[in-house]
């Protein structure tokens, strides 16, 4: 290569390494447009101002605990559900979104006997995107939403078809928050990788990996940050799209370092290989408390 097709080259390189840098800021200025950040802190803001903040503050809440399922009605009935039957706190309801038509879902809710349980259908599945990745980053956000804006607690408590809480869960994450005067707690779970192990996640401060809303309770206020079915859009699952972008409209967040509930994964779940991971650096489960 000669000197003038060197420099050629070089002033070609340094044009892709400008425009990477360009896609880069650009795509962090459509993420900040689109989220409105400015105007969720002022969101925050007026719902510490309005009378039923207050409430969620004052002794015995109702809890909403929030259920999305889809085709999963073993793991629900057999784990989901009688772990929330089993709370030691108990001014809770419980809405269960199934994430399409699914009319025997129905009646085995109505079935339980258990009138705290209420059981809803949407009209399809999704839309969620094609692609593998992309579909597991989002599934779930519109059944999570349709049964946030039927709640009536003052918290909401997220819980997995296919996860479990332990007994004391809503009590613990409850007490804490009032203690403090949080407006989100999480704790720790127990998460059993495939057949491989046992390993855990939750931890100060909350960070992408080590924070899942199944093992934390929020204040019914912030019911506008919405699941984002786009989220993949940005790179993120929408769970920790929606625990970011209330950290950074000043949402106040605490941690309990206790197990407060078990997190399962299959050997087919597209994040079994980061489990997997985990587990190994992590080494054997040893529960904080």
């Avoid at 004052?58 to 605990?65: F, H, K, R």
């Avoid at 705290?116 to 059944?143: F, I, K, M, S």
């Avoid at 049964?147 to 804490?176: F, K, M």
Wanted: glycine share 6%; charged share 25%; net charge negative.
């Amino acid at each position: 290569m000669g000197d003038a097709e060197r420099v050629q080259f070089e002033a070609g390189f340094d044009r892709i390494s400008e425009l990477d840098r360009a896609l880069v800021e650009l795509r962090a200025l459509v993420k900040r447009a689109y989220e409105s950040t400015p105007l969720f802190t002022a969101r925050v803001m007026q719902i510490r101002r309005s009378p039923a903040y207050e409430k969620a503050f004052e002794a015995d809440p109702l809890v909403t605990v929030r259920i999305g399922t889809h085709r999963s009605p073993e793991e629900l009935f057999d784990r989901a559900l009688p772990s929330v039957i089993a709370q030691t706190y108990p001014r809770w309801e419980a809405i269960v979104v199934c994430d399409g038509q699914e009319p025997d879902t129905v009646r085995r809710v109505a079935k339980l006997g258990e009138a705290r349980v209420r059981c809803l259908e949407r009209p399809r599945n999704g839309p969620y995107p094609t692609d593998p990745l992309a579909r597991w980053r989002v599934v779930g956000a519109h059944p999570f939403n349709d049964a946030v804006a039927h709640a009536s607690g003052s918290w909401i408590a997220p819980i997995d078809d296919d996860d479990e809480w332990t007994d004391d869960h809503l009590e613990v994450l409850l007490g804490r928050a009032q203690a403090t005067r949080a407006e989100l707690v999480y704790g720790v779970l127990r998460a059993f990788v495939a057949d491989l192990g046992e390993t855990w996640f939750g931890a100060w401060p909350p960070e992408l990996g080590d924070f899942g809303f199944q093992a934390a309770i929020y204040h019914a206020g912030l019911s506008d940050f919405a699941y984002d079915a786009n989220a993949y859009l940005v790179g993120e699952p929408a769970d920790w799209n929606v625990a970011r972008r209330m950290l950074e409209a000043g949402v106040r967040f605490d941690f309990v370092d206790q197990v407060v509930g078990n997190y399962y994964l299959q050997a087919s779940y597209h994040s079994i290989g980061w489990w997997t991971d985990r587990l190994h650096s992590r080494g054997a489960f040893n529960p904080p408390n």
